[in-house]
């Protein structure tokens, strides 16, 4: 659980949690001694959370590391690409443009009464 940096044990107990509300509502919307049926879900509940919490599997203190370090082996391939495309935009946008400037313009016959 790496991403959220919490352990196992949190999310457990966490689950744990949501579960007895759960059927804490439901024992509670029954009718009759049901209804008692809270009580045992709550005590099962905060013995499992105890027993989490102070009897941890592992220690407290993790274990250093090495971090990792990202290498970019395709760095240079990358440049030579993007230089290769855009040497080929340029030489296609200055063999375009004088086509444009140079585009004849015709004149426009005038109407005569």
């Known amino acids: 659980m790496s991403a959220l940096q ?16 759960v ?3 439901l024992f509670l919307r029954a009718s009759g001694s ?7 879900v709550f005590f099962l509940a905060l013995t499992v959370t105890l027993v989490l ?5 592992s220690s407290e203190t993790s274990p250093p590391f090495k971090e990792v370090e ?16 855009s040497v080929v935009f340029l030489v296609a946008f200055f063999m375009l443009l004088p086509f444009h400037f140079l585009e004849p313009v015709y004149a426009k ?5």
């Open 6 to 21: 919490v352990g196992t044990g949190v999310i457990v107990i966490a689950v744990i949690w949501i579960a007895t509300l």
């Open 23 to 25: 059927l804490g509502i």
């Open 34 to 40: 049901t209804k008692f049926g809270v009580i045992p």
């Open 53 to 57: 919490v102070f009897f941890p599997r």
């Open 70 to 85: 990202i290498v970019d082996t395709l760095f240079i391939g990358r440049y030579v690409l993007l230089a290769l495309v």
């Open 109 to 113: 016959t005038l109407r005569s009464q």
